[in-house]
């Protein structure tokens, strides 16, 4: 028998100034993606931004529906807007920010289970991993260096 230990690093700027421009610019976009959240029923707006490796910058808005189960999140309206419009261009980094009109949220959130399990899937598809940056409505900035690091243990198409 042996014990081991699954670490996920982190990068945290205290400050949004004190990352690199080309980050503060995808998150100042992703918070503008916010207006496009459909949220009649959470009231919780989700935006993200993705930086494709060509340069170009893709967004997604969480869509709600009253079907509940059938809400997108905003990340994998990205994904799936970056696989449809870029097919074949790796997706560098995603800013993912929110917003709670009813309760200031000042510490990053993170993607949920699916789209972890989602970004993972992205980044075995091209064989890259992406940057995550998280971000509350203001306070830290965490840099998380994969999807991957956040879903340990991970299901992937090498079981199929
Ligand atoms: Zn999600």
Sequence with gaps: MKKITLETPLIIYEEQHEMPEEYQHLMSIARKALEDAYAPYSHFYVGAAALLQDGS??????????????????ERV?????????????????????KNPEKEVIQPAAP?????????????????????????EQGPVYEISSGASILP???NGEYL
């Design 57 to 74: 910058i893709i967004t997604g808005a969480n869509q709600e529906n009253a079907a509940y189960p059938m809400c997108l999140c905003a």
């Design 78 to 98: 990205a994904l799936g807007t970056a696989s449809m419009q870029y097919p074949n261009i790796p997706i560098k980094v995603m800013a993912i920010t929110v």
């Design 112 to 136: 949920c289970g699916s789209c972890r399990q989602a970004i993972c899937e992205m980044e075995n598809r091209q064989q890259q991993s992406i940057i995550l940056l998280l971000q509350g």
């Design 153 to 155: 243990l991970s299901f």
